[in-house]
């Protein structure tokens, strides 16, 4: 029975390593930053996007298709920013974003680690 509820486990169950996430990161730094207070570039700041809602940086112009995700109530929890990660054309299809995804699930887990230090951590 409890092998069960194992395999059911979100991610968070994975061993994270926020380290190697910032080194994944690096493939997202060409188009995002996520120090606070900091800069949209082609994708919107992320700092601070664990429960934010989708589309909302004032000022950054998203796509059509993510204003409407948005507009439907896409928050970024854990499990669908991970979606996203994975696949940003199946959670927002027609969405802008190039990227085609990041199929590997131990990076996304270490990445997910990564955003999460990085984008709570307090301005220097």
């Known amino acids: 029975m409890m092998a069960g509820l194992v395999a059911l486990a979100p991610m968070g169950a994975m061993a994270q390593d926020a380290d190697a996430g910032q080194r994944v990161f690096n493939q997202c730094r060409a188009c995002h930053t996520i120090n606070q207070g900091g800069r949209s570039g082609v994708g919107p700041n992320l700092f601070g ?25 896409l928050v ?4 669908n920013l991970l979606a996203y990660i994975a696949d940003p054309k199946a959670l927002v299809p027609g969405g802008s974003m ?14 997910m680690a990564y955003i999460l230090r990085a984008s709570t951590a307090p301005a220097n």
């Open 98 to 111: 190039s990227y085609v995804g990041l199929r590997n699930e131990q990076q996304r887990a270490d990445l």
């Open 49 to 73: 996007i664990l429960g934010r809602p989708a589309a909302s940086i004032e000022g950054f112009r998203y796509s059509t298709p993510m204003r409407e995700r948005a507009a439907a109530g």
């Open 76 to 79: 970024w929890s854990e499990e």
